[in-house]
Nanobody
Framework: QVQLVESGGGSVQAGGSLQLSCAAS???????????MAWFRQAPGKDREEVAR???????HYADSVKGRFTISRDNAKETVYLQMTALKSEDTAMYYC??????????????WGQGTQVTVSS
């Protein structure tokens, strides 16, 4: 069974930085590198939104709200995806989740989800 475990969340002042990590387990050897991975977030009272994604070719895509501030990366040997967040704003406050499509394609729907890690940015 695939498990995704996020870490690295916390409280930070506006303008600060955080790096989130999402470690995968339960994936057949060699498969992780073929999966599209993404970070989502959900703030209280708001819909969940995709923040960033990275495909097996390391092609990335970002929500307009985080472009230039967030960077998604992956380490296939560690089966881990990262989200480096800089210049944080109060509106970045949310629960952050990582997800996998369990496919090379990013547009087929995300099947696996982590439990989330809270990011709180104070102004």
């Amino acid at each position: 069974q695939v498990q995704l475990v996020e870490s690295g969340g916390g409280s930070v002042q506006a303008g600060g930085s955080l790096q989130l990590s999402c470690a995968a387990s339960g994936i057949m050897p060699g498969r992780y590198s073929n999966y599209c991975m993404a970070w989502f977030r959900q703030a209280p009272g708001k819909d969940r939104e995709e923040v960033a994604r990275i495909d097996p070719e390391f092609t990335t895509h970002y929500a307009d709200s985080v472009k230039g501030r967030f960077t998604i990366s992956r380490d296939n040997a560690k089966e881990t995806v990262y989200l480096q967040m800089t210049a944080l704003k109060s509106e970045d406050t949310a629960m952050y989740y990582c997800a996998s499509t369990r496919s090379v394609w990013c547009g087929v729907g995300f099947l696996d989800w982590g439990q989330g890690t809270q990011v709180t940015v104070s102004s």
